[in-house]
């Protein structure tokens, strides 16, 4: 099923909406916020608009997904259980153990660095020579064919390579794997987060992704390659740490010991880190992109581990490129994009209100793309889910791509004297001999070939004209394109269409100063393509840092972060950031980087699920099952002096706390048969180890493939061994804020509540907390606090 598909069902009006279950002892309090209060009671809200209906400034219809938490994503346990089959295991281990662990993390990192590389090269050497097959065989029509009168047939190689080539693409989401649409950078987003997104980090996600791509690209998409690139690493990454693949079931049996949540989460924001310093040349921006972007933990030793796999990557990618490109070890290829040479990257210090201004400009274009691009994903969701119809939207896009590019080269009246571009093949058109038209050199290349056109070309190589219509015609396209079911990325589209409406800003100054040194159009291209990307994405000081490496020039830092930040504060009065709009639509609990600032009055109890699924330190194998079964939870409570089937007692407890088992500790038990014939027996079929539940891992068996018999119904599981007697704990009384804390910064899952008798009175996951959300809109800010659906 489609991830469109699956959101569709979400906002479909049957589908069923659940409340959490909360505790009946929750205080009511309100919000108040501007125009909007927000009514807390008892778990439910009610919401009183003063002004409006949609003080969030969207209508009901468009803003149905994006109020609702779907049930479909679970998260990750990134919290050791520290039981009695982990310490046994710790107190075993000697220091060469140790040794040989923290080596093997860098060997992983150093194999993350190498692979990520190598997959980098082979989509930019795919789409380099695919794109000069594809260009040199339209030239030589369009030459041929301009004076004869016969160009609907360059036209009509153009469109069917571009419909042929995207439509492998779309079969490469559509039938292939949908979690490979778009950049993947949400997604991967979500999982450092803690949210388990489903075939995320698969092979087959990673190779419908690169071939998706490299056809996206070639097609003539408004794309580029180097967003799928992180979401690429990231895969890689995952597969390497874990010596195994689970779609080809085979196991290399290496690295179990890195065979957890915990682990694996680590490894791929290495992997996410080694994506961006392979597409941009820039690993201290990849660690920073990691660390701003993605990651809910981070320490000294993984920012060290990230680093190394980033520079492996930038340095290997270097090394092939430079034998690719016939010049063996002369490392001048850091990235898949080369922003090249700036001749000079000064600036006055009269030019920072122009900056300002170009910051103002790239936020509100970004809003304004933001918008339209949420309007279109709202359309999908509702109605192009079915397979057939996303497939049809892509080759419709491509068709519009490939006609809107062929229509403006030919009514081009742009004609440039040749060598004012590195375009390989320049079209004549109607130019006269020795000249080509400018517009050809905008859309006949690819998209990172453009960006560097617009950049590096001479003063004087496009009119105004041809600018302003190539921005208008290829910001429309990339909002249509973001979001078709495609693997595509946002970075490039961006840079391609601030860079353009930057150039204009830089031909105006250069007109007004015509004798101002400073005054370089290409200049301000590299500013307007910052000022956009950050407008859109609103990302900060990781841009910042990968825009100086990728264009050597630690001295233009300041300029670029003015502008991101000018872009970024814009933007954010009117929507959030396009990833999180993504995100938000596809309803993932996803926790923010603080809790909600006007939350101080809401406690644990109003915020718990309630009543709690509760077992006995020694329970019998029957109730086990039945209880798997009929539960969806992940974790449950471990109690002593109260029958679970009486739960909860009359103060409302489910007795006292002892420890807390997983619900993939309970599925392994039941399946190595675990017994013991009494519940004061120690009879237990085998002893187990950690390794064993490890072995297991990531993909659990269901509690419907464990064949029980009636007998062992009868026997009886101690727990005792296998729960975390020491999880995380909190009092009823803890406020929402301090919740929130310790699960962002721990990275928990879920932790129980108890009342100062060390009762069980309830449990919060994450779900609960992500329900509470912070809303702003032009100046304006509310506590809203969402519904969890069955998707």
Known sequence: MSVFREMKDILDEKTPLITHRRNSIGLAHTVNSGSRNVIHHHGNIEEEHEEDDDASGTSSESTTQEKLLSQQYESLDYDYCENSLYQKEQRTSNYQAVLRCQMARWWVAFMIGVFTAMIAVLIDVVITELSKYKFSCIKYYIDKCVHDGCLSVPFLIWFGISVIAVAIASCCVVFGESVAAGSGIPQIKCFLNGVKVPHVVRFRTLVCKVVGVMMSVVGGLAVGKEGPMIHSGAVVAAGVSQGRTTTFQFDFKVFEYFRSDTEKRDFVSAGASAGVAAAFGAPVGGVLFSLEEGASFWNQALTWRNFFASMISTFTLNVLLSYYHGHPWELSYPGLINFGKFESLNYSGVEIPIFILMGVIGGLLGALFNHINHKLTVFRIKHVYHKWTQLLEAMIVAGLSATVAFTLIYFSQDCQPLGKDDNEHPIQMFCND?????????????????????????????????????????????????????????????????????????????????????????????????????????????????????TGSITFGLPIMI?????????????????????????????????????????????????????????????????????????????????????????????????????????????????????????????????????????????????????????????????????????????????????????????????????????????????????????????????????
């Open 434 to 550: 020795g000249e080509y038209d400018a517009m050809s050199s905008l859309f006949f290349k690819t998209p990172e070939g453009s960006v560097h056109a617009l950049f590096h070309d001479p003063a004087g190589s496009f009119q105004p004209v041809t600018v302003a219509v190539f921005c208008i015609a290829y910001f429309l396209l990339a909002c249509w394109t973001y979001g078709v079911s495609v693997p595509s990325g946002l970075f490039i589209p961006c840079l391609l269409t601030g860079a353009a409406w930057g150039r204009l800003i830089g031909i105006l100054v250069q007109y007004l100063g015509p004798n101002l040194a400073w005054a370089l159009p290409g200049k301000y291209a590299l500013l307007g393509a910052a000022a956009m990307l950050g407008g859109v994405v609103r990302m900060t000081i990781s841009l910042t840092v990968i825009l100086i490496e990728a």
């Open 563 to 791: 502008i991101l930040m000018v872009a970024k504060w814009v933007g954010d009065y009117f929507n959030e950031g396009l990833y999180d709009i993504h995100i938000q639509l596809q309803s993932v609990p996803l926790l923010l980087w603080d809790a909600p600032p006007i939350s101080a009055n809401i406690s644990a109890t109003e915020v718990m699920s309630h009543p709690v699924v509760v077992l006995r330190t020694v329970e019998k194998v029957g109730r086990i099952v039945d209880v798997l079964k009929k539960e969806t939870h992940n974790g449950f409570p471990v109690v002593c002096d109260i029958d679970p089937e009486q739960a909860p007692n009359e103060s409302g407890c489910f007795g006292t706390f002892q420890g807390l088992i997983l619900r993939n500790q309970l599925i392994v038990l039941l399946k190595m048969k675990v017994f013991q014939e009494t519940m004061t027996g120690h009879e237990a079929a085998k002893k187990l180890k950690s390794s064993d539940f490890r072995e297991e891992y990531p993909r659990f068996p269901s509690i419907h493939q464990i064949h029980i018999s009636r007998h062992e119904r009868e026997c009886y599981i101690d727990l005792r061994p296998y729960m975390n007697p020491a999880p995380y704990l909190v009092l009823e009384t803890m406020s929402l804020p301090r919740l929130f804390k310790l699960f962002r910064g721990l990275g928990l899952r879920h932790t129980v509540v108890i009342d100062h008798q060390n009762n069980v009175i309830g449990i919060v996951t994450r779900k609960d907390l992500a329900r509470y959300r912070i809303w702003t809109h032009r100046g304006r800010m509310g506590l809203e606090e969402l519904q969890i659906s069955h998707g």
